[in-house]
């Protein structure tokens, strides 16, 4: 497939760097296939619920709740369920891998010296576990979930309070993510430096995106970010 455009990011003008996790450093395969394949599949084998019944009714829950804090929680889920979810989530523990561009990516930025930081609207033990299963922590010092602030990334409070903690200029910050509406109330709040992810899901097609920069691989941006 060919390359997108390499988007235009100063380099000089970026003193924080923002990054989500699932489908922007991580792969974002994992976590569909848990919610949408097996999830429901042990959630059937408990409720008598034949596989697409339970797949239908826990999609249309995730629809509703999308973008909420209940949506990210573990701890919603596993009332909601009946089931042991961050245990579930081990079971499939081997499919969470990190994007193979974001290693090099994550090792350049380290080498820059801009503030570097992880917010992810992942819940506590969900983070936890794919710092267990990645290296994501040796490239990153900052790993904050929203859930410490109540709030997620598509809520202005978020944004809010994360600048108020870390202080950051909304000017001079460059924000990467996968979903649309996340970018959007980044956009809202005053971030000037925005930049999307096509392909999240490596086992999806990549995405057509024209409302934001947009890449498919973090390698279009490697020699920009060192000659800084």
């Not at 949506?71 to 079971?91: H, P, Q, S, V």
């Not at 999806?204 to 279009?220: G, K």
Request: aromatic residues 10%.
């Amino acid at each position: 497939m060919e390359r997108l455009k390499k988007p235009m990011l100063d380099w000089r003008q970026i003193d924080t760097v923002l990054l989500d996790m699932d489908g922007t450093l991580l792969d974002l395969h994992f976590d569909n296939y848990f919610w949408l394949e097996h999830l429901p599949e042990r959630w059937a084998a408990q409720t008598g619920l034949t596989v697409e019944q339970a797949k239908a009714q826990l999609k249309a829950e995730y629809d509703v709740l999308m973008g909420k804090l209940e949506w990210y929680c573990l701890d919603y889920w596993a009332n909601r369920t009946g089931l042991a979810i961050t245990e579930l989530k081990r079971e499939i523990q081997h499919k969470i891998r990190m994007r193979d561009d974001s290693p090099a990516f994550l090792t350049a930025l380290r080498q820059s010296g801009k503030q570097v930081m992880l917010v992810t609207n992942a819940h506590p033990d969900s983070l936890s576990l794919k710092i267990e299963q990645t290296t994501l922590a040796s490239y990153i010092d900052t790993l904050v979930s929203v859930h410490e602030f109540g709030y997620t990334k598509e809520q202005q409070q978020l944004w809010q309070l994360l600048q108020q903690k870390y202080g950051f200029d909304p000017e001079r910050t460059l924000f990467v993510d996968d979903s649309l509406p996340v970018l959007r109330s980044a956009q809202q709040f005053g971030i000037r430096h925005l930049l999307a992810i096509t392909n999240p899901d490596s086992q999806q097609p990549a995405r057509i995106i024209t409302e934001f920069p947009a890449i498919d691989n973090y390698a279009v941006l490697l020699d920009d970010l060192t000659a800084a």
